[in-house]
């Protein structure tokens, strides 16, 4: 009986696990070129490369913001900036 109890505890771990994983995988911008229209048909090289501008650019901006902004706050608005950012570059994200 006692085992049974192990298991289901170790179970249910796994699947908080999981979904905790899968919750916070959805909140992070995506940075693959795939989730990205190249409208102008730029390629990967010139993906990657504005993709490391933005993220720098994001976090820099993130860092200067000031007053009373929560973690979560202040995390949707540099994902904002990062996904602006990367729109005024011409990459687009797919729906």
């Known amino acids: 009986m006692r085992a049974f109890k192990r298991n289901n ?3 249910l771990e796994i699947i908080v696990l999981f979904v905790l994983a899968l919750f916070i995988s959805g909140c992070a ?5 795939l989730s990205y229209e190249d409208q102008k048909e730029k ?3 010139v993906f990657n490369k504005d ?3 933005c993220q720098k650019y994001s976090n820099t901006k993130a860092r200067q913001i000031e007053g009373s902004k929560g973690a ?3 995390f949707n608005q540099k994902n904002s900036i990062f996904l ?3 729109k ?6 797919k729906e």
């Open 88 to 93: 005024n570059k011409d990459w687009i994200l």
């Open 9 to 11: 505890k170790v179970c």
């Open 29 to 33: 911008p995506k940075t693959d070129y």
């Open 43 to 45: 390629g990967v090289k």
């Open 51 to 53: 993709l490391q501008f």
């Open 72 to 74: 979560g706050e202040r």
């Open 84 to 86: 602006l950012c990367m």
